[in-house]
């Protein structure tokens, strides 16, 4: 039998092998770069590399296909990938939800600012963190920090903390939590601090339910500035999120 007279499925096969072998390894460029498994990734990049002139040459060569253990060490190597990525995917989606309720939380303050200043009244936001997803209220309007659905139950929790202690700088040292879980903006969108009483900063963090990841965001100054962070509450330096 002629190659021309060659089953068309061979041809068809070396080329999505070929295709795929080339992915994983674009893929595993850019896992090195982001992820801990450095070491497991390296040698199975070279082994995808030492592998792919070979399919280059099936591709040229259709009649000769792969051979059964070459088809069953690309299964392998496609099996220990997938276990390889699977905790560093996780982990990005779980960053990636604690920064989207971050951002809202962010938005939501920046909004009722704005609101405040703009009607030239007082504009109060208030957490509710016993709902899970935690909610916030504005003006009088509910707002569910789910980010349309997407963050279920169980995935962020919600902490809303005042200044408890300061430095002689005035820094904050340590954080404590706020009773009343809420804050006021008046109609300079400046910080409502006597009635009610209100200590800055003020800071809503958004974490994992086992605080591993941890982000927030946080009123600073009684003029209503704003920052965001992340990570672990450092007192001797004021970074990070308490």
Not at 159 to 183: F, L, P, R
Not at 208 to 236: H, N, Q, W, Y
Request: hydrophobic share 40%; glycine share 6%; proline share 4%.
């Amino acid at each position: 039998m002629s190659n021309r007279q060659r089953p068309q499925w061979k041809q068809e096969v070396n080329i999505k092998l070929s295709r795929y072998v080339t992915l994983c390894i674009s893929f595993i460029e850019q896992s090195h770069k982001k992820y801990e498994s450095k070491m497991k990734i390296t040698i199975f990049s070279k082994l995808l590399q030492h592998i792919s002139p070979r399919i280059s040459k099936h591709n040229s060569q259709v009649d000769a296909g792969f051979s059964l253990i070459e088809l069953l060490l690309v299964v392998l190597i496609i099996g220990i990938l997938s276990a390889i990525a699977a905790p560093a995917w996780d982990a990005f989606v779980t960053r990636q939800r604690t920064r989207t309720v971050n951002s809202l939380v962010l938005q939501a303050l920046q909004k009722a600012q704005s609101q405040a200043k703009l009607k030239k009244e007082d504009v109060n936001v208030e957490f509710n963190i016993a709902v899970d997803p935690p909610t916030v209220t504005s003006g009088g309007i509910d707002q569910k920090l789910n980010a349309n659905g997407e963050i279920k139950a169980g995935m962020v929790k919600l902490v809303v903390q005042e200044c408890e202690t300061k430095d002689a700088d005035g820094k904050c040292t340590s954080y404590q939590d706020d009773a009343d879980v809420q804050i006021q903006f008046n109609y300079l969108g400046a910080v409502e601090i006597d009635d009610p009483v209100q200590e800055l900063p003020f800071a809503v963090s958004v974490s994992t339910p086992d605080d591993r990841l941890k982000r927030c965001t946080i009123v600073e100054t009684l003029l209503g500035g704003m920052r965001t962070a992340e990570g672990e509450f450092d007192e001797s330096t004021g970074t990070g999120c308490p």
